[in-house]
């Protein structure tokens, strides 16, 4: 008898729960509704309509006839044959000679940072990348086929070969001081 007693009331206490589940739910939604009222009471933003897009309209080129600016006039091609001939100095790059490893960069991207003595005078010359190569005289480097002429504590002295901009070349000095590393 015991035990039914216990059952009949785990089965009134399993339906009690979701009644008190149930009621908690209809709890008093005024403040939700009051929520709502004010949301669509407010005002909301006018959305700009889309632009009105123009219709295109035809354009005719009709300057066909005219000069073409970008071809050189009689008169223009007079003057250039008056000039004075450009003289061949003799002085070009060796296109066939093996490009070395600091050809590929401009002198501004080497540092020059120091000095070495084994078997000659060597420079130590950082790239850009941080890989330091070791130069003698007579190595090239700089995008220009500057050759080193000479090596010093100071400075590396160097000939570059460069275009004068009448499709031939010029040679100009050039040197990369050394870099002082505190």
């Excluded at 005078?121 to 090239?140: E, F, K, M, T």
């Excluded at 000479?150 to 400075?155: F, K, M, Q, T, V």
Aim: hydrophobic residues 40%; contains cysteine.
């Amino acid at each position: 008898m015991m035990e039914t007693r216990n059952t009949t009331r785990k089965i009134k206490l399993l339906m009690l729960v979701p009644a008190l589940l149930l009621s908690a739910c209809m709890d008093d939604k005024e403040d939700l509704a009051q929520y709502i009222a004010q949301v669509k009471s407010e005002q909301t933003i006018d959305i700009e309509p889309m632009p009105v897009m123009k219709p295109y309209q035809k354009f005719a080129y009709s300057a066909s006839e005219l000069r073409d600016p970008f071809v050189a006039m009689v008169t223009e091609v007079a003057r250039q044959e008056e000039a004075a001939p450009i003289v061949d100095n003799g002085i070009r790059p060796d296109q066939h000679r093996r490009k070395e490893a600091l050809e590929s960069y401009a002198l501004s991207e080497l540092q020059f940072v120091g000095t070495l003595e084994k078997q000659g005078v060597w420079a130590l010359v950082r790239a850009s990348d941080g890989i330091i190569n070791r130069v003698q005289v007579g190595n090239y480097m700089g995008l220009n086929h500057g050759q080193v002429l000479a090596i010093s504590e100071a400075a590396i002295a160097l000939k570059e070969i460069v275009p004068d901009g009448n499709g031939m070349y010029i040679e100009r000095d050039s040197s990369l001081p050394i870099v002082e590393v505190n």
